[in-house]
Structure formats: structure tokens, C-alpha cells
């Protein structure tokens, strides 16, 4: 097995590595994302006009759901797997944004998951509106190799066109419902309406040659709508949608609430993760409660929460009533990567830096945004930091043991602790940041990396679950860019989570 970043910075992927061979894998022509494109962020408006003048989210989710029933799609929506009782299937979050940081990841991705029996993406399949258009290069052709079916939650950003391709591709081509009724003038909805993005008419002859991609039988996967669950071996893997602002429709949380009824042993898919950074986002439900206090009850019988959205990997393995709860964060799955170095030192539910596992490690991704910052800004000499040099001040501001030690000699200097403190390093409960940059929402907005600029290591990650009637054993695997890593894809983190006694439903 190969090193990991836990191991060794070249496990991490620093220093004079080799280039993987992904970039053969991708388009000759790759358009570049970028978050400062005028035309990109208009075309995303539908998030903020959500939460401005009411989300229609649920009501459109509803007529969808309806659709498919139409169409005959089950009615409790559950996908019923006929596999071992011991199988294999992995997860991967936030792919699709079609450069070097997706591609990247997908060799690996190929190595690790031999024997699985099917894939689920979790949030955002393609970025950055979710067009029909965009599903060729950032869906199709990056996982034509991947024999079995692939389901998928939609994300905020594929429902920034009213989830029309997300249920193309993978929900039958249902056809839209009707539109709703035109809003009365000089209301809420009505100033929505007129300022809502739409999806443009898809290039039917594009769509198609991109479905020849994955066309094999055994690639087929047909799921009842964007909610669903799946049934398979000992467990019943539950897929919610929680749209443009992170919440369950009504409708949606009383599905919810029945299919996790029952003594099997669940297992929740989520784009919105409940615990992150530090922190707990129970994601609310429309008429009362949460989704958390589903996962929490203990007749649920739920093992683990995964969620997309946030671009790296995070676990906090919660003590609920006497049973552990593992939380996962794995979003780290092809779109640029959200720091973790801006975590502050971790204690929430019970779970402590003790048991706290993240991808990239805190002292990785903080040399990684210096590096990133310092080519942007062009201020190299100020703030670049080595891995070393991130790793110390990362251990000194947390007051923590690094998790990969940095090597005699490193010294924390003033330097680095300016810009540890600048690019918004996270500090004990107990010492307020005084100089501390909105280092998401700016890196997010303004410094998204290009495919095109920036170079290994990536820092992106996916997941395998292998489960048996006992247990799920949980890894978590890197895709740095670089070839060591591309051939034998290390593991960064793995727990193994034990199952209750299955009965039948």
C-alpha cells in the first residue's frame, strides 16, 4: 500500500512527483471555469434569488416526483439491488466541473473501485447550472469506463436550471411538468419569476452521442426520482435532495421518515452534510424537525450520514444514545478544493481533535491556498509556505500534534504566523482570530483554481464502502494528479462501522 499524507509529504503528493496520465483521458478543448466570469455567476443567480424571495424548490421537486410516477416509477421510490450479501459500492461527491481536478481523480478512481457493484454521486454532478450540454465531458465521458450503474442526488448547482437535465439523464427523461401558474404582479414570486434563470433548449444530437458513453447494459441505472433509496445486501442506502438551500420539502421528510423505519441498518446520502467545519447543520425539515433527528432515533437504525457540497473530506464519529453515528464530509470529488485548514480545532457532539479525520490534512491545505494566493496576488516570497512550514503553525495555532510531523528544523516564524492568521487558519476556542480573511466565500468567488493554471497535487477524494452482513468498512482514497497516487491510491482515512442485526422489514 502506498503512503499516504499521513505518512509522508510525498504521500501527500509534494515534491518532484510524476504526472499522472489523466489529462488523456480528457477533451482536447476544456472550457475553463472561472467563479469570476460575469456571465457564469448571472447564470448561478437562482441560489440567491432562492433565498431572497422565497425558495420554489419543494413545489417544483413535487411535480417532478409526480411525473415519475406517471411514468411508473415505484412508488416508494426504492431501488431494490439483487447483490451478495456482501458487496461493494463507493461514493464520490461533487465531480462535475470537467477540468484537471475532475480527471484527476478518475484513474484512481477506476483502480479502487474493481469488484464495486454500483457508484452514487452525491451533490452537484455538473457545475456550473447543471446544463443538458455539459453532461458529455463531465459526466459521461469521464466514467464511461466504469462498468456498473452510477445514481446520483442532485446538488444546488443542478438545480440551478429546475433539475430538467438531472432528470433527463437520470430519471428516464421524464419530460418536465407544467409551469406553474404566472405569479401575481408586484409579489415575491413575481419579481422571482422574472429574474429566474431557465435552462436553454439541449443539443439533442450532443446528448445523445454522449449517452453512447456509457450505453453498456450493465452501466444502465434507472432511479425513481431525485430522492430514492436503495436496497442492497443487509442495507438501505437513503438518497434525499435538499435542493437550492440545503432543506427537505414536506413531502420529501415524510418519504424520509417512512423509509427509515425498520431494524435494517441505514445508511443516509445527503447534499447538505450535517456535521461540518466544526460544526452542526441538522438541515431542516419544511413543517417541523430535522433530518438529523431521523438519523438520530434509534429505531432508524441509520450507521452513517454522508454528504456532499463541501469540496473535501471531513468525519466525526458521533455518540448517539449509545451507538456511533459516523458523519462524513466527501465532496471531494472533482470541483475545487474548500480549505481545511480553516477548521478551527474540533469539538462538537462529543467528537474532539482526538477523532476528528479530514482531507486534505489542515497543514497540506494551508500550503496549498499559500501557494495559491502567493501565484494570484504575486507575492510568492511572502506567502508561500513549504508543507513543513504550514504543518508547525497549523500544530501551534490549534495546539494540536500535526498529523504528519514536519521534520527537524522547522521554525514558526513571524512570517508564517502572519499568513496563517491572513488566509484564515483556525484557532483554539479559547484565542479569537484577530486577522482572519473570509478565505471560503473569498476563494470560492474569486479564486477558484482553473484547470488550466494550477498543477498537482489536486487534494480531491472518493470513497468505497464494502459491506457485509457484520459491518461496513468505510476508506477514503486520494487523487492527488500525480502518478504514484494514480496507480496505488492511498488511503487517508478508514473506519470500520458495525451493523445491527438485520431483520426484514
Known amino acids: 500500500m502506498s503512503d499516504s499524507s499521513r505518512d509522508t509529504a510525498q504521500g501527500a503528493g509534494w515534491g518532484a512527483a510524476r504526472p499522472g496520465t489523466y489529462r488523456r483521458l480528457m477533451p482536447d478543448h476544456v472550457e475553463q471555469l472561472s467563479w469570476l466570469n460575469p456571465r457564469i455567476l448571472w447564470a448561478a443567480r437562482n441560489g440567491v434569488l432562492a433565498s431572497w424571495f422565497g425558495d420554489p424548490t419543494g413545489r417544483t421537486r413535487s411535480r417532478w416526483v409526480a411525473r415519475r410516477a406517471e411514468a411508473g416509477a415505484p412508488a416508494d421510490k426504492v431501488i431494490r439491488r439483487d447483490v451478495p450479501e456482501s458487496f461493494s459500492f463507493m461514493v464520490i461527491g461533487d465531480t462535475g466541473e470537467g477540468g484537471q481536478s475532475q480527471y484527476a481523480v478518475v484513474p484512481g478512481f477506476l483502480t479502487a473501485s474493481q469488484g464495486t457493484d454500483f457508484a452514487v454521486i452525491a451533490s452537484d454532478v455538473i457545475y456550473p447550472v447543471g446544463s443538458a450540454d455539459d453532461y458529455g465531458d463531465k459526466f459521461f465521458r469521464p466514467y464511461q469506463d466504469y462498468p456498473g450503474p452510477i445514481y446520483a442526488i442532485p446538488g444546488n448547482h443542478d438545480w440551478y436550471e429546475d433539475l430538467g437535465?438531472?432528470?433527463?439523464?437520470?430519471?428516464?427523461?421524464t419530460p418536465p411538468p407544467a409551469p406553474e401558474p404566472r405569479p401575481r404582479p408586484l409579489t415575491?414570486?413575481?419579481?422571482?419569476?422574472?429574474?429566474?434563470?431557465?435552462?436553454?433548449?439541449?443539443?439533442?444530437?450532443?446528448?445523445?452521442?454522449?449517452?453512447?458513453?456509457?450505453?453498456?447494459?450493465?452501466?444502465?441505472?434507472?432511479?425513481?426520482?431525485?430522492?430514492?433509496?436503495?436496497?442492497?445486501?443487509?442495507?438501505?442506502?437513503?438518497?434525499?435532495?435538499?435542493?437550492?438551500?440545503?432543506?427537505?420539502?414536506?413531502e420529501q421528510g415524510a418519504w424520509l421518515r417512512e423509509m427509515s423505519r425498520g431494524p435494517r441498518p441505514k445508511i443516509l446520502v445527503t447534499g447538505s452534510p450535517l456535521y461540518v467545519d466544526g460544526e452542526h447543520h441538522p438541515c431542516p425539515i419544511e413543517g417541523g424537525g430535522t433530518v438529523d433527528d431521523i438519523v438520530r432515533d434509534p429505531e432508524h437504525h441509520y450507521v452513517a450520514a454522508i454528504g456532499g457540497d463541501i469540496h473535501n473530506y471531513q468525519r466525526?464519529?458521533?455518540?448517539?444514545?449509545?451507538?456511533?453515528?459516523?458523519y462524513v464530509v466527501a465532496g471531494g470529488g472533482g470541483a475545487f478544493t474548500h480549505a481545511t485548514?480553516?477548521?478551527?480545532?474540533?469539538?462538537?457532539?462529543g467528537v474532539t481533535e482526538r477523532d476528528f479525520r479530514c482531507y486534505p490534512l489542515r497543514g497540506d491545505s494551508l500550503a496549498f491556498y499559500s501557494r495559491l494566493y502567493g501565484h494570484r496576488l504575486r507575492l510568492r516570497r511572502l506567502f508561500r509556505l513549504t508543507e513543513a512550514e504550514a504543518a508547525a503553525v497549523v500544530a501551534e495555532r490549534l495546539g494540536i500534534e500535526p498529523a504528519r510531523a514536519p521534520g527537524p528544523g522547522v521554525r514558526v516564524t513571524?512570517?508564517?504566523?502572519?499568513?496563517?492568521?491572513?488566509?484564515?487558519?483556525?484557532?483554539?476556542?479559547?484565542?479569537?482570530?484577530?486577522?482572519?480573511?473570509?478565505?471560503?466565500?473569498?476563494?470560492?468567488?474569486?479564486?477558484?483554481?482553473?484547470?488550466?493554471?494550477?498543477?498537482?497535487?489536486?487534494?480531491?477524494?472518493?470513497?468505497?464502502?464494502?459491506?457485509?452482513?457484520?459491518?461496513?468498512?468505510?476508506?477514503?482514497?486520494?487523487?492527488?494528479?500525480?502518478?504514484?497516487?494514480?496507480?496505488?491510491?492511498?488511503?487517508?482515512?478508514?473506519?470500520?462501522?458495525?451493523?445491527?442485526?438485520?431483520?426484514?422489514?
Open 341 to 349: 485548514h480553516t477548521i478551527p480545532r474540533v469539538s462538537v457532539g
Open 165 to 173: 437535465a438531472f432528470m433527463r439523464v437520470f430519471c428516464a427523461d
Open 414 to 505: 513571524r512570517r508564517t504566523r502572519l499568513v496563517a492568521g491572513l488566509l484564515g487558519t483556525g484557532r483554539r476556542p479559547d484565542r479569537p482570530a484577530r486577522f482572519r480573511l473570509p478565505v471560503r466565500k473569498i476563494y470560492t468567488q474569486l479564486f477558484s483554481p482553473s484547470s488550466v493554471t494550477y498543477s498537482p497535487p489536486f487534494f480531491k477524494c472518493f470513497l468505497r464502502l464494502d459491506v457485509t452482513a457484520d459491518a461496513v468498512r468505510l476508506r477514503c482514497f486520494a487523487a492527488t494528479g500525480n502518478l504514484a497516487q494514480e496507480l496505488d491510491p492511498p488511503v487517508e482515512d478508514e473506519v470500520v462501522i458495525p451493523l445491527p442485526v438485520a431483520r426484514a422489514d
Open 188 to 250: 415575491r414570486a413575481w419579481l422571482r419569476s422574472l429574474l429566474w434563470h431557465r435552462a436553454r433548449p439541449a443539443d439533442e444530437q450532443r446528448l445523445a452521442a454522449a449517452r453512447a458513453l456509457r450505453s453498456a447494459p450493465g452501466q444502465r441505472a434507472e432511479q425513481p426520482g431525485p430522492y430514492w433509496a436503495i436496497d442492497a445486501g443487509p442495507v438501505r442506502i437513503v438518497g434525499i435532495d435538499t435542493g437550492l438551500l440545503g432543506t427537505v420539502d414536506a
Open 316 to 326: 466525526y464519529p458521533v455518540t448517539v444514545g449509545g451507538r456511533t453515528v459516523q
